[in-house]
């Protein structure tokens, strides 16, 4: 008995044994899998960061798929921190890195002075990487703005403007532009600079705001605190431990088809190739339906076991593992398609009448479908009738009532359209449809039942100054009626955002024909002239012929657009006021476009009718001359083209800055006074500029003077007699295009008190 005893003991333990055994060979296999993420004998962490192939640790060491994917692991901090190049590695996924940032800042004294100054660049160029489209730039700071230019593989500039006057404006969690401002950057960017300006030198604010900070980083890890950030000291340690870099990673610089055709695909078995979308080539590898794994290493991603956990699959008995699937089946004696969400498997010599339970519990749930689907619409209509009502009145329904009752006429003739039309008319507002996007919204191409063409403005989701906004450009375009201004067809308030209908225009901006090369054809000297002349009749009749006069505030070539018989049509009311008429000018935040904006309403912040002067005035310059209003790419002397015509105006350089068709088509008369005219609009002093009345008629009366008395000559010689030697030499050794090839990115943003002036700064 006890020999049965020690016998049944030692049987026990045996089996413990087996199953101690099998469960650590499942392990190793488990553990072994795993360590597949990397070449065989390479090291996959540094310290709490795995690195997966084809990143690999230690440069040289052969562990990577190239140089570019080389990790360096620093063990001098602990735990060790990994870096690539210069930046510290927080995260790898399958397509993106996150890495270590940099902050440029700029504090000030109480007197205005500079005390501290850095800026904040990144380099990328060589890599495969580029920074990601999540990253957004960030200006903190009550009285600045900052550029941040990127250059070669991308070629991009961009500014934010942040101000506020004191610190109770200051909203947490908010950067709309009054102490935080944020600007998108674009996929493919693989370097960029910073910079940051004041307008003022911080002495209105710097009691609760010395300094200003502008960083490139994840749009999703930074949370603004308000004014708390600006008196905080360690806010720049604090937001840079916090806001990653987003990097996006690709191998080669080949497309997928490229590199398939040249054997150079790195994608192992059972995965695929997905080419980059950063506009520089490259790809990424990722494992297809059913697999998992590193799709860059031997032997490739591996089959899921579907059926090795019921989580994973739909299976109601059986579950057959297939490569890269499953099947699902019933076991002998049953019958049914083996799904859960299906028929299952139900018993052959089951009893249970099926066929009658099945037509009873059908009965019985279409009589509870029907009642409950009465009681659910009769309970939608009623939130349908109470939303529309809630979207009516957070849309600026009772404002629109409010101007109705103030401003006579117009708003009640246009037609209100209800939003299922609208949606129909866009394909639900397809992406195919977006014709343009603004600071206020994004506008759509629209198709009405009856065929007719619209264009619709569907604003963003807004705060209340927008709905303000939306507002006023309804109201404001519901009282002008000229052919030279888009005409506003209805509106929608009952969606979640505010819908403006007008009518469409075709042929794009007027910015698009004068700076892409596709656009310059048709843009003789006459057309030109009539377009000014267009532009400037329909700012002449806001400002004096409408029934309450109107300034624009944001008059640029971008908001003036042409129809298929490229016809002038202004547009983007957004940012328009009303005027009273018993008041010549309204006291306002500063609003407008950088290089358009007329320097005395940026100072004073005293919008007059002649601010639309000033902008017409740039307007007219970048027709005469083909140049952008402000770009960092000229020199500093060309950078802003205000300030560069009326130079050269002033110092007898007009044909060294006017474009070669204008000098060819136009009279030297004709150039000399449109030249005339855009010196008296760009005047610093507003009372000194014309009205745009005036500038209307002036430019109508160049329409009918004389073409040019050697526009259609082959033989040079007379206009070579015309010209003094000098100007000779500038006519004709000006090139066609308007475009500079030579982009410097060394230009900072800095603003002069009187004028809007550009100049450049050392680089970094």
């Known amino acids: 008995m ?57 440069p040289g060491s052969n562990c990577s798929i190239g140089e570019g994917f080389d990790i360096t692991c620093n063990t001098s901090f602990y ?15 399958d397509t993106q890195l996150r890495v270590s940032n940099v902050m440029a800042k700029k504090c000030y004294n109480q007197t205005g002075g500079v005390v501290h100054e850095n800026t904040a660049s990144t380099s990328l160029l060589t890599t495969p990487y580029s920074f990601s489209e999540v990253n957004t730039f960030t200006v903190i700071g009550c009285d600045d703005f900052a550029l941040i230019s990127g250059s070669d593989q991308r070629n991009f500039t961009s500014g934010c403007v942040s101000m506020c006057s004191k610190a109770e404006d200051v909203l947490n969690g908010s950067c709309s532009g009054i102490g935080c401002c944020q600007t998108s950057i674009p996929k493919g960017l693989q370097y960029y600079i910073t910079s940051l300006s004041s307008l003022e030198d911080h002495k209105g604010v710097w009691s609760f705001d010395p300094c200003s900070y502008a960083f490139l980083g994840e749009l999703d890890s930074f949370t603004f605190r308000g004014a708390s950030d600006f008196s905080d000291p360690d806010f720049m340690t604090r937001t840079m431990a916090k806001v990653p870099l987003v990097l996006d990673w690709v191998i080669g610089n080949q497309s997928c088809i490229k590199a398939q055709k040249s054997n150079d695909v790195v994608c192992e078995s059972n995965s695929y190739c997905v080419d980059s979308d950063t506009g520089f080539g490259g790809y990424r590898c990722s494992c ?3 697999y998992e794994g590193n799709p860059y290493i031997s032997p490739g991603c591996q089959d899921i076991d579907e059926c090795a956990n019921p989580d994973n699959n739909t299976c109601d008995k059986i579950c057959i593992n297939t490569p890269g699937s499953y099947n699902c089946s019933c076991p002998h004696g049953y019958f049914g398609d083996g799904q859960k969400s299906g028929r299952g498997c139900v018993a052959k010599n089951s009893q249970f009448p099926v066929i009658k339970f099945s037509l009873g519990m059908g009965f019985g749930f279409l009589s509870i479908f029907i009642g409950i689907t009465w009681l659910y619409f009769s309970i939608t209509r009623r939130k349908l009738i109470k939303t529309r009502e809630k979207f009516f009145l957070q849309n600026g329904g009772l404002l629109l009532k409010q101007q109705v009752s103030s401003n006579e006429g117009g708003v009640e003739s246009t037609k209100i359209f209800t939003a299922e039309e609208l949606e129909k008319a866009t394909n639900n507002y397809a992406e195919d449809r977006i014709v343009g996007r603004g600071g206020y919204g994004t506008v759509y ?23 303000e906004q939306f507002i006023n450009e309804m109201v404001i375009l519901t009282q002008v009626n000229h052919r030279n201004v888009v005409k506003l067809m209805g509106c929608c308030l009952e969606s979640e955002v505010p819908l403006l209908v007008y009518e469409f225009v075709s042929n794009g901006t007027l910015f698009h024909h004068i700076h892409s090369r596709g656009g310059m054809s048709w843009l003789s000297w006459e057309n030109r002239l009539r377009i000014a002349a267009e532009s400037a009749g329909a700012l002449a009749y806001l400002h004096s012929a409408a029934s309450k006069p109107i300034i624009h505030r944001d008059v640029k070539s971008a908001n003036i657009l042409l129809d298929e018989h490229y016809t002038t049509k ?5 940012a328009s006021r009303l005027i009273p008429l018993d008041q010549a000018q309204v006291t306002t935040l500063v609003q407008g476009t950088l290089g358009y904006l007329d320097p005395e309403y940026f100072h004073t912040s005293q919008l007059t009718d002649k601010s639309d002067v000033y902008s017409f ?18 020199s500093q002397e060309e950078r802003n083209l205000a300030t560069y015509f009326i130079m050269s105006v002033k110092k007898n350089r007009l044909f060294h800055i006017l474009e070669p068709r204008v000098v060819r088509e136009g009279t030297l008369e004709q150039l000399q006074i449109v030249a005339e005219l855009v010196k008296k609009c760009l005047n610093l002093n507003g009372e000194d500029r014309p009205t745009m009345k005036e500038v209307a008629m002036e430019l109508e009366g160049l329409r009918k003077f004389t073409k040019h008395p050697w526009v259609n000559q082959h033989d040079h010689e007379e206009t070579v007699s015309l010209v003094s030697e ?17 982009p410097d990115i060394s230009g900072q943003y800095s603003l002069d008190s009187s004028q809007l002036m550009f100049p450049a700064n050392s680089p970094r």
């Open 445 to 467: 191409k629209g198709i009405l039942p009856d065929k007719r063409v619209v264009a619709i403005k569907k604003s963003r989701i807004m705060d209340e100054s927008q709905i």
């Open 726 to 742: 000098n100007e000779q030499s500038d006519l004709y050794t000006v090139q066609l295009s308007p475009f500079n090839n030579n």
């Open 617 to 634: 005035g740039v307007v007219l310059a970048e027709l005469l001359t083909g140049k952008k209003p402000l770009c960092l790419e000229r």
């Open 288 to 290: 297809n339906k059913g």
């Open 2 to 58: 006890q020999r049965n005893i020690q016998l049944l003991v030692l049987w026990f333990c045996l089996c413990g044994l087996a199953l101690t055994l099998a469960t650590t060979a499942d392990n190793t296999t488990t553990i072994t899998k795993a360590t597949t993420i990397a070449k065989p004998d390479c090291q996959t962490r540094c310290g709490n960061l795995t690195v997966p192939y084809p990143f690999g640790i230690g």
């Open 570 to 574: 202004i547009s983007d009311f957004g």
């Open 79 to 93: 735990p060790p921190k990994p870096f690539i190049g210069d930046l510290e590695i927080y995260d790898i996924s």
